[in-house]
């Protein structure tokens, strides 16, 4: 095949060039040498083009559908979709990518009305009118981004290793791919350590491939998005073992003639798995305290521009995709190898491809979403919020833009301090200094899968989401997660929960809530733990666990309180007084949250509940007082009468005589209450005091028409009650003022009580 070279660059081990081929094709080659000796040229694996057809779902909305197609992060470049947005008459300027949203929005529509021609559609008709028309739109970004991929250049940098392209439309990096993520770009194989040929891991990878051929994207979607991936790879296989057509039975032998000759099919499994698995890299992340000012200075912005940031999240986004679908087809190829009687004792070897399977495809869509806008106002809100629960390794967030991927966030932030932390401890542990691009990049990468591999370290990841204010894509992931993951849970229902309670899902966040403890509490969450130290104090461990139990169940009502949710402070009241005894002094608190709310929302009885069953005697004439202020205001006076209080009959009588001597005669009732409630007890003669009590003061403070009408109904009333009462206790007292008493005392020279008796 004849080529044109187009660009060459040297260095002193590699030479890097571009050709283009006979058949338009360009294709990027590098050879290394050392001194005399001369390798081989291998091909670099180029970046494909985003696909040409989108296959929407029946029930997506295609204008979202298409929207987050053609702005996924890192598909199309934002000139590309200028130029498209240009073939619409359209010139667009400098724009935000919400902006660019909008402008596609209204150039699509307006495409839309025009082909309608103002006719009726059905509602099937208007949707592939749709489709039409934005298939349009993201075609001419295709075109285009093509366009801008030629090659016309490229630069080696000898300093850091690092091989730049020169498009068209910008810059693509060259960078080392690990043998396992060259699998699904060419038919190589791997070599793996161990005792195994490297023709045989050739063949069998090369009869997974064969299998997934067999299958459309449907069933391969299924095996991707299921909670159970051995059960439904179990189905696909048991589907593909009873299929009789004619390309089913060449699969057969062509698969049975690559698997032959492999010696120890169960020993390659093994260590494929192996090299699947990430969790031997943890190991690769050293500890060890950095004492190198230098080696610190040197790479505290290594990775650290938006470029960078890009490309990293590029490539674990390459990384974890290739390494999926290696493993979705080993998973395919073992459950019909199985099914076929062929291997025996797989199933853990299927257990673990199937948690790769789930975590590399949970890692893939973190990498694929774009983020959610957010206010600096909200962020900061909702970092107050956090600093308020103690949950301190969520840090501040940049401001938040759509265009990037949430992996791209996560590297703004803490996890890109986090890793270059890493990085420096890594490097000093070696003791010497590394290539930036051949070394310091593919280690960067294998840190990054550490620190967001999802069976390890789900909560950290949660906590980044809800940190960046990112509730729907926290939701989604923990929906994502769920099947698989058994440690940290209740730390993930604490963070959901907070995620359920900025999104207005207060049901859901109750539950969150609820489902977060179970008593005796806690176990060894960090997270929770933190919760519930609120100010870290060193007697907080001393703590029993109901102790720590009532922090938590306040900190939630604390939440909900902000919110002004107050069924659900109810609910998590009514769940918390549960977990302790009846007499138990520490439930007083919750019991008096529980009296507020339903005398908040009118449920007097239940308020009255609570009210009795406080075990803390202060706390109950506190809500005492609240209770009848409350009932006298929305004149519930017959329902305080009825009402017993047991062992608190004193200090109802004297909070309701407190409010009467102390509010407006005319406005308020609680005279007329004081002498209902003596009349409901049958204790005439103090009915009788009161309104006489109730008449004097009108007739001092209250001068007028309506307080004369008054008097007389009070002592009207007075009588009507003394005449009930039995005739030793028909007598009132009657109070005298002091300057009364004394001028008798003067006058007559005797002691006379500061009183009349009035029969």
């Given at each position: 095949?004849?080529?044109?070279?187009?660009?060459?660059?040297?260095?002193?081990?590699?030479?890097?060039?571009?050709?283009?081929?006979?058949?338009?094709?360009?294709?990027?080659?590098?050879?290394?040498?050392?001194?005399?000796?001369?390798?081989?040229?291998?091909?670099?694996?180029?970046?494909?083009?985003?696909?040409?057809?989108?296959?929407?779902?029946?029930?997506?909305?295609?204008?979202?559908?298409?929207?987050?197609?053609?702005?996924?992060?890192?598909?199309?470049?934002?000139?590309?979709?200028?130029?498209?947005?240009?073939?619409?008459?359209?010139?667009?300027?400098?724009?935000?990518?919400?902006?660019?949203?909008?402008?596609?929005?209204?150039?699509?529509?307006?495409?839309?009305?025009?082909?309608?021609?103002?006719?009726?559609?059905?509602?099937?008709?208007?949707?592939?009118?749709?489709?039409?028309?934005?298939?349009?739109?993201?075609?001419?970004?295709?075109?285009?981004?093509?366009?801008?991929?030629?090659?016309?250049?490229?630069?080696?940098?000898?300093?850091?290793?690092?091989?730049?392209?020169?498009?068209?439309?910008?810059?693509?990096?060259?960078?080392?791919?690990?043998?396992?993520?060259?699998?699904?770009?060419?038919?190589?194989?791997?070599?793996?350590?161990?005792?195994?040929?490297?023709?045989?891991?050739?063949?069998?990878?090369?009869?997974?491939?064969?299998?997934?051929?067999?299958?459309?994207?449907?069933?391969?979607?299924?095996?991707?998005?299921?909670?159970?991936?051995?059960?439904?790879?179990?189905?696909?296989?048991?589907?593909?073992?009873?299929?009789?057509?004619?390309?089913?039975?060449?699969?057969?032998?062509?698969?049975?003639?690559?698997?032959?000759?492999?010696?120890?099919?169960?020993?390659?499994?093994?260590?494929?798995?192996?090299?699947?698995?990430?969790?031997?890299?943890?190991?690769?992340?050293?500890?060890?305290?950095?004492?190198?000012?230098?080696?610190?200075?040197?790479?505290?912005?290594?990775?650290?521009?938006?470029?960078?940031?890009?490309?990293?999240?590029?490539?674990?986004?390459?990384?974890?995709?290739?390494?999926?679908?290696?493993?979705?087809?080993?998973?395919?190829?073992?459950?019909?190898?199985?099914?076929?009687?062929?291997?025996?004792?797989?199933?853990?070897?299927?257990?673990?491809?199937?948690?790769?399977?789930?975590?590399?495809?949970?890692?893939?869509?973190?990498?694929?979403?774009?983020?959610?806008?957010?206010?600096?106002?909200?962020?900061?809100?909702?970092?107050?919020?956090?600093?308020?629960?103690?949950?301190?390794?969520?840090?501040?967030?940049?401001?938040?833009?759509?265009?990037?991927?949430?992996?791209?966030?996560?590297?703004?932030?803490?996890?890109?301090?986090?890793?270059?932390?890493?990085?420096?401890?890594?490097?000093?542990?070696?003791?010497?200094?590394?290539?930036?691009?051949?070394?310091?990049?593919?280690?960067?990468?294998?840190?990054?899968?550490?620190?967001?591999?999802?069976?390890?370290?789900?909560?950290?990841?949660?906590?980044?989401?809800?940190?960046?204010?990112?509730?729907?894509?926290?939701?989604?992931?923990?929906?994502?997660?769920?099947?698989?993951i058994n440690e940290g849970k209740d730390s993930i229902n604490f963070l959901l929960a907070q995620s359920y309670l900025h999104t207005g899902e207060v049901e859901k966040a109750t539950k969150c809530f609820l489902s977060a403890v179970s008593y005796p509490v806690y176990s060894s969450e960090d997270l929770l733990q933190q919760v519930i130290a609120g100010g870290g104090k060193d007697g907080e461990e001393k703590s029993s666990d109901?102790?720590?139990?009532?922090?938590?169940?306040?900190?939630?009502?604390?939440?909900?309180?902000?919110?002004?949710?107050?069924?659900?402070?109810?609910?998590?009241?009514?769940?918390?007084?549960?977990?302790?005894?009846?007499?138990?002094?520490?439930?007083?608190?919750?019991?008096?949250?529980?009296?507020?709310?339903?005398?908040?929302?009118?449920?007097?009885?239940?308020?009255?509940?609570?009210?009795?069953?406080?075990?803390?005697?202060?706390?109950?004439?506190?809500?005492?007082?609240?209770?009848?202020?409350?009932?006298?205001?929305?004149?519930?006076?017959?329902?305080?009468?009825?009402?017993?209080?047991?062992?608190?009959?004193?200090?109802?009588?004297?909070?309701?005589?407190?409010?009467?001597?102390?509010?407006?005669?005319?406005?308020?009732?609680?005279?007329?209450?004081?002498?209902?409630?003596?009349?409901?007890?049958?204790?005439?003669?103090?009915?009788?005091?009161?309104?006489?009590?109730?008449?004097?003061?009108?007739?001092?403070?209250?001068?007028?028409?309506?307080?004369?009408?008054?008097?007389?109904?009070?002592?009207?009333?007075?009588?009507?009650?003394?005449?009930?009462?039995?005739?030793?206790?028909?007598?009132?007292?009657?109070?005298?003022?002091?300057?009364?008493?004394?001028?008798?005392?003067?006058?007559?020279?005797?002691?006379?009580?500061?009183?009349?008796?009035?029969?």
């Amino acid at each position: 095949m004849e080529r044109n070279l187009v660009d060459m660059c040297c260095t002193n081990s590699e030479v890097w060039a571009i050709w283009n081929e006979s058949d338009g094709g360009e294709c990027v080659k590098h050879l290394t040498y050392d001194g005399e000796l001369c390798h081989a040229w291998k091909k670099a694996t180029l970046s494909s083009l985003p696909p040409q057809d989108v296959f929407v779902s029946p029930n997506a909305e295609p204008r979202t559908f298409f929207l987050d197609a053609i702005f996924k992060p890192g598909r199309f470049s934002i000139s590309a979709i200028h130029k498209a947005l240009e073939l619409y008459g359209i010139a667009v300027g400098n724009t935000s990518v919400q902006q660019l949203k909008e402008i596609a929005t209204a150039a699509t529509e307006r495409e839309l009305q025009t082909s309608a021609n103002s006719t009726q559609l059905h509602h099937e008709q208007f949707r592939e009118l749709q489709i039409q028309c934005w298939t349009k739109l993201y075609s001419c970004c295709c075109q285009y981004q093509e366009l801008m991929n030629h090659f016309v250049g490229l630069f080696v940098d000898p300093a850091t290793g690092m091989v730049g392209l020169c498009k068209e439309g910008g810059l693509s990096f060259m960078y080392p791919v690990p043998s396992t993520d060259s699998l699904t770009y060419e038919h190589l194989g791997v070599c793996l350590q161990g005792d195994v040929s490297l023709h045989d891991s050739e063949n069998l990878l090369e009869a997974a491939r064969l299998t997934r051929d067999q299958l459309d994207s449907e069933v391969l979607e299924s095996v991707l998005s299921s909670e159970d991936p051995v059960a439904v790879a179990t189905e696909v296989a048991e589907a593909i073992a009873n299929t009789q057509s004619k390309e089913n039975m060449s699969y057969r032998e062509t698969l049975e003639s690559l698997l032959l000759p492999i010696g120890d099919v169960h020993k390659l499994l093994a260590l494929l798995v192996a090299e699947l698995d990430p969790s031997y890299e943890d190991e690769m992340i050293e500890t060890a305290d950095v004492q190198d000012s230098e080696t610190q200075l040197a790479m505290s912005q290594l990775f650290a521009s938006p470029v960078s940031e890009r490309l990293l999240a590029d490539i674990v986004g390459r990384r974890c995709l290739a390494r999926l679908m290696v493993t979705t087809d080993l998973l395919l190829l073992i459950s019909l190898l199985q099914h076929q009687g062929k291997v025996q004792n797989v199933n853990r070897v299927l257990y673990k491809l199937s948690t790769l399977l789930q975590n590399y495809h949970t890692l893939h869509w973190l990498c694929c979403q774009s983020v959610v806008p957010t206010s600096p106002l909200s962020l900061e809100n909702n970092m107050r919020q956090l600093a308020a629960l103690n949950i301190s390794s969520c840090s501040r967030q940049p401001p938040i833009n759509s265009d990037c991927s949430l992996l791209e966030l996560y590297l703004r932030g803490r996890g890109g301090q986090e890793l270059r932390g890493a990085i420096v401890r890594s490097v000093t542990s070696r003791g010497g200094q590394s290539s930036v691009w051949s070394e310091l990049l593919p280690q960067s990468v294998t840190i990054l899968l550490a620190q967001l591999w999802p069976s390890s370290n789900s909560v950290s990841v949660c906590q980044f989401l809800l940190s960046a204010c990112q509730h729907t894509h926290l939701q989604d992931y923990i929906a994502e997660t769920k099947s698989f993951i058994n440690e940290g849970k209740d730390s993930i229902n604490f963070l959901l929960a907070q995620s359920y309670l900025h999104t207005g899902e207060v049901e859901k966040a109750t539950k969150c809530f609820l489902s977060a403890v179970s008593y005796p509490v806690y176990s060894s969450e960090d997270l929770l733990q933190q919760v519930i130290a609120g100010g870290g104090k060193d007697g907080e461990e001393k703590s029993s666990d109901k102790e720590k139990l009532l922090k938590y169940f306040l900190k939630v009502i604390g939440l909900f309180e902000q919110t002004s949710s107050h069924l659900a402070v109810i609910k998590v009241a009514k769940t918390a007084v549960m977990c302790f005894d009846k007499d138990d002094l520490q439930s007083a608190v919750l019991w008096s949250i529980l009296f507020k709310y339903h005398l908040h929302l009118s449920y007097y009885e239940d308020a009255y509940m609570d009210m009795m069953n406080n075990p803390d005697l202060t706390r109950r004439k506190e809500c005492l007082h609240h209770f009848v202020v409350v009932l006298t205001d929305q004149n519930q006076l017959k329902l305080i009468c009825h009402l017993n209080y047991p062992g608190m009959e004193e200090e109802i009588v004297r909070v309701m005589e407190d409010r009467a001597r102390s509010m407006d005669l005319m406005k308020h009732k609680y005279y007329d209450l004081l002498y209902c409630y003596h009349t409901t007890k049958q204790n005439y003669r103090k009915a009788a005091s009161v309104m006489y009590e109730y008449g004097l003061r009108l007739g001092r403070e209250a001068p007028g028409t309506l307080s004369l009408k008054k008097q007389a109904n009070c002592y009207c009333m007075c009588l009507t009650a003394l005449h009930l009462a039995q005739p030793q206790y028909a007598w009132v007292v009657v109070p005298v003022e002091l300057e009364e008493i004394m001028e008798k005392v003067c006058c007559q020279h005797s002691c006379l009580l500061p009183m009349l008796v009035v029969q």
